[in-house]
């Protein structure tokens, strides 16, 4: 199972930080408040065996650096990578 790091740029020049594993229809987890994208990778693994699952470090996570928080540009752009 192949497991992609990368970061994409959001339209207002904010850097987000991924994790894509997997193949097959797209699953984008989202963390919740006060964690990045760490705390989702072992439900990643298990979905992995069927979709490709993508986590992602939120706006002032990990290297997000803030900006306006725009959450569904956030998934968009890295669904479509």
């Not at 994409?8 to 193949?23: C, E, F, L, P, Q």
Request: aromatic share 4%; hydrophobic share 30%; with cysteine.
């Amino acid at each position: 199972m192949d497991m992609i790091d990368g970061t994409v740029t959001s339209k207002d020049g904010t850097t987000i930080a991924y994790d894509r594993r997997g193949s097959g229809p797209a699953v984008v987890l989202v963390d919740g408040g006060l964690v990045d994208r760490s705390e989702n990778a072992p439900l990643a693994a298990e979905l992995a065996t069927r979709f490709t699952a993508c986590t992602y470090d939120r706006r002032g996570r990990e290297i997000a650096m803030t900006r306006i928080p725009t959450h569904s540009s956030e998934s968009s752009t890295i669904s479509r990578r």
